[in-house]
């Protein structure tokens, strides 16, 4: 099995008598995009702060492409790229002013124009940072994450506080770096963001991972049910529905029948026997899978923007 | 050495897209610079020469107040932690801000110099390479200054006050403002203790007495070790992070920047050298400008060529 490229054990982080980051684990293996997901505060920025070499772990080993982020950190700054969550440029520094003072940082660098053409700033770029649209100004640091061509690229919160149709925008960007098989650490706390970008997520709460795996593998193992609701011609007993094949619990709510089901497809065929030999019909059928935020729900008895 | 360069390149970009910097940096220094030139100094080449070092010693000076400014100000809105992420060091920040700071002040300093000797007629400007040298190295230190300011201040409001409370002793008691000599000798013992006053009567000495960098010796190697001393503690303390606050105890590392001026106070309040040097200055201009008022006072002397015989042929 090949060497991850980033390998995580133990890591603990703590600010006076505040533990941030309580012995949190994982590796990342190349050409991966690993979440970080998690509500604010949960110990994410610190953790991949940690990996970026802008703080010391108390405790705890981290390597990133081999390096110790806490001893090699200069040497660690030519290989990953970063957009930080909460950090700014000068006003009056111009896009591409700004991508060729960050491209000069590194002996090998990416072609700043190329750089300006593929995120689309084109048109920005004589625009003073100021100028620019908060979408703008994330894909600008995006942009400026890639000068170095990094071997991981960090991204905190890529998409926090803009706007939906700025955010798909994002996405599409991370979705293209994924494609060429970037190594991409992510922190989010979009459930929608995860399950969309994500290869693999760990859950991270109060300073720890509490469950990591595929989104897939971590809805599956979660012993939430897959809902189906459905509305029918005529009345049927709760306790009927319920003992049908697949179907573990069901209750009437508002006209409409929720089977909390274990197997969806025996459920769905057992109950469309069941109601034709009642002469009953069907009126609509909705099926919800659940979500990853249905997982952390499971796991914490809290909701992630609680 | 390669990333110093970039960042002062685009230090002094922003620096010069920023209105501010042109009142601040252009046309104050050159406000101050008529005022004392044409109001104080009376456009009297000689006074004029002798109140060069103090402006251009406020303009030197002035260095740590823009600087720590910046500072914070990149560090609250974030800006040097996206540049901590980078290859960038932090003394290629600090390093660059000193520099920029530099190549800023540097021309407005020449404007005045220039002024000085076309405009108002100052005979010379004493020795050139002693000023060049004591600018130099003032608006580094004083730049250096602004650096630790920026280190030991956790928001933009204690700078500005940490900015405050150094900036008047330092343009009040060093001579800059009011003549070193109109001080009572309490106050001149005072001044004794701080950098300002080394630097404007070393300028002085230079325009005015033609010092050369040898007879400013004890001036130049104080500032020099003084900005060793402030750059490697701004370094200590050096933060790219706004949350990183810095505690109480540490502040007073700003009360080490003051060891070397201590030292040398000391020396000098037990010598008296500067307060004999400025005496002399001073006592020098007053001769001067009594022997001119004497010689404007003195009644014509007789015509004592004999009158020319007339050419002849000119009848």
Redesign the interface.
């Known amino acids: 099995m090949p060497e991850p490229v980033i390998r995580v054990e133990n890591l603990v982080k703590r600010y006076g008598d505040v533990e941030a980051v309580r012995g949190v684990s994982f590796s990342v293996s190349e050409g991966e995009v690993f979440g970080l997901l998690g509500p604010n505060g949960a110990g994410k920025t610190s953790t991949v702060e940690i990996l970026?070499?802008?703080r010391n772990a108390d405790s705890g080993t981290a390597v990133v492409c081999g390096y110790d982020p806490g001893k090699d950190a200069?040497a660690l700054?030519?290989v990953?790229g970063?957009a930080?969550q909460?950090?700014?440029?000068?006003d009056?520094?111009r896009v591409m002013?700004a991508l060729k003072?960050?491209a000069?940082?590194?002996k090998a660098h990416k072609n700043p124009e190329e750089l300006l053409k593929r995120f689309g700033l084109e048109e920005k770029r004589n625009a003073f940072y100021s100028q620019l649209s908060g979408g703008q100004k994330q894909r600008l640091a995006l942009a400026?994450a890639l000068i170095n061509d990094p071997k991981v690229v960090f991204l905190d919160e890529p998409t926090a506080g803009l706007d939906p149709q700025v955010r798909r925008e994002i996405y599409d960007i991370i979705e293209e770096l994924k494609r060429d098989k970037k190594t991409i650490v992510l922190t989010t706390h979009y459930i929608e963001e995860a399950e969309r970008l994500c290869d693999r997520v760990a859950i991270i709460d109060h300073g720890k991972v509490i469950s990591q795996g595929s989104p897939l593998e971590l809805k599956q193992a979660s012993g939430d049910k897959t809902r189906i609701e459905v509305r029918l011609a005529k009345s049927e007993s709760d306790l009927t529905l319920k003992n049908l094949e697949g179907v573990h619990d069901c209750r009437a709510l508002n006209g409409a029948y929720v089977l909390h089901c274990q197997r969806p497809p025996q459920a769905i065929v057992a109950l469309v026997k069941h109601l034709e030999s009642q002469n009953n019909e069907l009126v609509s059928l909705e099926i919800f899978t659940p979500s990853l935020e249905d997982v952390f729900i499971e796991l914490t008895g809290r909701r992630l923007r609680d | 050495m390669n990333h110093l360069f970039l960042l002062t390149g685009m230090r002094v970009r922003l620096a010069l897209r920023n209105k501010m910097f042109f009142f601040f940096s252009i046309v104050m220094p050159l406000v101050f610079f008529f005022l004392y030139a044409a109001v104080f100094g009376k456009s009297e080449p000689r006074m004029v020469a002798y109140l060069l070092g103090p402006v251009l010693g406020l303009n030197v000076m002035g260095s740590f107040w823009g600087l720590s400014a910046a500072l914070v100000m990149f560090r609250e809105q974030g800006i040097l932690r996206r540049f901590h992420v980078s290859p960038v060091t932090e003394l290629d920040m600090l390093l660059s801000s000193i520099f920029a700071n530099y190549a800023l002040a540097l021309p407005t300093i020449v404007i005045q110099l220039f002024l000085a000797r076309f405009m108002f007629h100052v005979p010379s400007l004493g020795n050139i390479f002693s000023v060049w040298l004591l600018i130099t190295i003032g608006i580094v230190s004083f730049g250096s200054l602004g650096l630790v300011i920026a280190s030991v201040t956790n928001t933009m409001q204690e700078t500005q006050v940490l900015n405050q409370l150094l900036w008047l002793p330092l343009i009040f008691l060093s001579g800059a403002t009011i003549p070193f000599m109109f001080l009572s000798n309490a106050v001149q013992h005072i001044a004794l203790f701080l950098p300002a006053t080394y630097l404007v009567h070393g300028l002085k000495r230079a325009i005015v007495d033609h010092a050369a960098p040898t007879a400013l010796l004890v001036v130049l190697l104080s500032l020099t070790v003084w900005f060793i001393l402030t750059l490697f503690l701004s370094s200590q303390l050096f933060r790219w992070e706004p949350e990183a606050k810095i505690g109480r105890k540490a502040k007073l590392y700003v009360a080490a920047t003051a060891i070397p001026f201590f030292l040398l106070g000391l020396w000098e309040a037990k010598y008296g050298r500067v307060i004999a040097e400025e005496n002399t200055t001073i006592q020098r201009l007053d001769a001067a400008e009594k022997a001119e008022k004497e010689k404007a006072q003195q009644p014509p002397k007789p015509a004592t060529e004999t009158p020319k015989a007339p050419a002849p042929g000119k009848h």
């Open positions: 970026e070499g802008l200069a700054k030519y990953i970063a930080l909460s950090t700014a440029l000068p009056k520094l002013e003072l960050f000069s940082f590194y400026i």
